[in-house]
């Protein structure tokens, strides 16, 4: 009788080992990898590639317009503690708009509002200001502190020129006019007309006084 695992009867068996694949290169060591594999985008360039990290929707969708609204939205009317703030829009066009809020902006040790890491006016706590301005072809933004104005416009996150001294607007908060770029939006984009009906509070409001929703204005109706 022969034994299967061994070619000899009575001697030890000798059992065939079973062929491995062969081991898995490391990627790392297959494609060397350095620093000229690194793409460095700018804030802008970030948002515009990926719109829907920030506004859930990518930039071919319809409603990119009204979710960049309600996003500012959301933003204005919610202090990170959970707190609620006043909020009014205006809707000028398809895709401008202008959102008033009265947060209180930091300031430095003379009272002017400080500025983000390219000079801009825009919150550095708020995402959102930043993003929608990334989106834009323009945007105007006015900060008030304790009755002091500063304006100042952007192309995208980019300040056009230093912020400037303006009779103020409010006693404390923001005031932004975003034109959306309208070469990066699907063709016909706008804000939707039943914006005032969205909802801007959700669960993490219960424990805080409600506010009234913000106050939306659409000026296309009186237009037509």
Same mark, same amino acid.
């Given at each position: 009788m022969?034994? #299967? ?7 030890? $068996? ?5 062929p %491995? $694949? $062969?081991?898995?290169?490391?990627p !790392?060591?297959r494609?060397p ?7 460095? !985008?700018?804030r ?7 719109p ?5 929707v ?6 990119? #317009? ?5 996003? !500012?939205?959301?933003?204005a009317?919610? !202090? ?22 009265? /947060? ?8 002017? $509002?400080k ?9 550095r706590?708020?995402?959102?200001? &930043? ?9 105007i933004?006015?900060?008030? #502190? ?5 304006? /100042? ?6 300040? %056009? ?11 404390n908060?923001?005031l #932004? ?12 984009? &706008? ?15 219960a424990s ?14 009186? &237009?037509?």
């Amino acid at each position: 009788m022969t034994n #299967a695992l061994s070619p000899n009867f009575g001697s030890t $068996p000798t059992y065939r080992k079973r062929p %491995q $694949p $062969p081991e898995a290169a490391n990627p !790392l060591e297959r494609q060397p990898y350095s620093a000229a594999d690194i793409t460095v !985008l700018s804030r802008d360039e970030a948002v515009r590639q990926r719109p829907a990290m920030y506004f859930g929707v990518d930039h071919q969708h319809p409603d990119l #317009a009204t979710r960049i609204l309600t996003a !500012l939205i959301i933003d204005a009317l919610h !202090l990170p503690n959970g707190e609620h703030r006043k909020t009014s829009v205006e809707i000028i066009g398809d895709q401008t708009f202008t959102i008033i809020d009265d /947060q209180i902006r930091e300031t430095d040790e003379q009272g002017v $509002p400080k500025l983000d890491h390219q000079g801009a006016l825009l919150d550095r706590r708020r995402w959102a200001q &930043a993003a929608a301005a990334a989106l834009s072809a323009r945007t105007i933004i006015e900060v008030c #502190a304790k009755g002091r104005g500063y304006r /100042q416009e952007l192309a995208g996150t980019r300040p %056009q020129a230093p912020p400037q001294r303006v009779v103020a607007s409010l006693e404390n908060g923001t005031l #932004a006019t975003y034109e959306l770029d309208e070469s990066y939006l699907i063709r016909n984009a &706008a804000v939707a007309t039943s914006l005032e009906s969205r909802e801007s509070h959700g669960e993490w409001c219960a424990s805080h006084p409600l506010a009234d929703s913000a106050r939306v204005t659409d000026l296309r109706r009186s &237009a037509q």
